[in-house]
């Protein structure tokens, strides 16, 4: 693995200080966890109190690139992956947030940050998920 020559840690850094500045404002002001799989699945539920600001919190998420792409260059986006394997990724990690009652953002960003052992185990299980389906994927299949 090599890192790309454009990577540079202070761009890295100040995202994951605006989503945590983000996650904290959220919860702060509306009094609820900032889980992005928790909030979309309310709005498509169409169900539910403060569907305004869920609505305002996932449409920041789509313009932010957007809003970044104004001031600098947009890494250049690359899959290894075929169109197939995107969507079956898609599908289980999905399958994975109804299972496990929450994401990376509600378990890995707020649940760890509140110090939930529920979370902590959350976030175990799919990163060692992730880990063992990387390496089946690439040493035990070859793709």
Not at 32 to 46: F, P
Not at 55 to 60: P, R, Y
Not at 68 to 74: C, D, E, K
Request: glycine share 18%.
């Amino acid at each position: 693995m090599t890192l790309s020559p454009h990577f540079t840690p202070w761009t890295a850094l100040l995202g994951g200080a605006l989503i945590g500045l983000s996650a904290g404002l959220f919860i702060f002001l509306n009094g609820r966890i900032a889980g992005i799989s928790g909030l979309l699945g309310s709005l498509l539920a169409r169900q539910g109190d403060g569907r305004g600001e869920k609505l305002l919190f996932i449409v920041g998420l789509l313009v932010s690139p957007w809003i970044w792409s104004l001031v600098a260059t947009l890494p250049e986006s690359r899959f290894q992956a075929g169109g197939v394997a995107l969507v079956l990724a898609g599908l289980l990690v999905g399958l994975g947030t109804r299972y496990g009652a929450g994401c990376t953002s509600g378990h890995g960003i707020c649940g760890l940050s509140r110090l939930s052992v529920r979370s902590l185990v959350a976030v175990c299980c799919f990163m060692g998920s992730g880990f063992a389906g990387v390496y089946a994927i690439r040493h035990l299949l070859g793709a």
